[in-house]
């Protein structure tokens, strides 16, 4: 009695789990499917679009700005280098106009 009440329930366990098995593989697929959904929706979303175009050209934005600082860093570092230049000469030369007194 023993033996055929332990074979009844490891045959309904077995039957439980393949069942179980089929309802998680199914679950999972239905997911699957309501995500690609959501995806098609999310990317034909006109708001969303419109928030990526802004953010582009956002991004545009902000590169020729620094690509215009980036110019005027440039000339002032150069004016600077010139003005260094021209002090380091002043200092390293002597001042002749000592020298006629």
């Known amino acids: 009695m023993r033996a055929a009440s332990l074979i009844a329930t490891i045959a309904l366990t077995a ?6 098995d089929h ?23 006109p708001d969303v679009r419109n928030a990526g175009n802004d953010f582009k050209q ?3 934005d902000a590169a020729k700005d620094f690509r215009k600082l980036a110019a005027e860093a440039r000339v002032e ?3 600077l280098g010139a003005d260094t230049r021209q002090a380091a000469h002043d200092v390293t030369r ?5 020298q006629n007194s």
Do not use: Q
């Open 23 to 45: 309802t998680v593989g199914a679950d999972v697929k239905d997911a699957g499917h309501s995500v690609d959904a959501a995806a098609v929706k999310v990317v034909h979303d």
């Open 94 to 98: 002597p001042d002749h106009s000592d």
């Open 58 to 60: 956002a991004g545009h």
């Open 15 to 20: 039957a439980c789990s393949r069942h179980d």
């Open 77 to 79: 570092a150069h004016k």
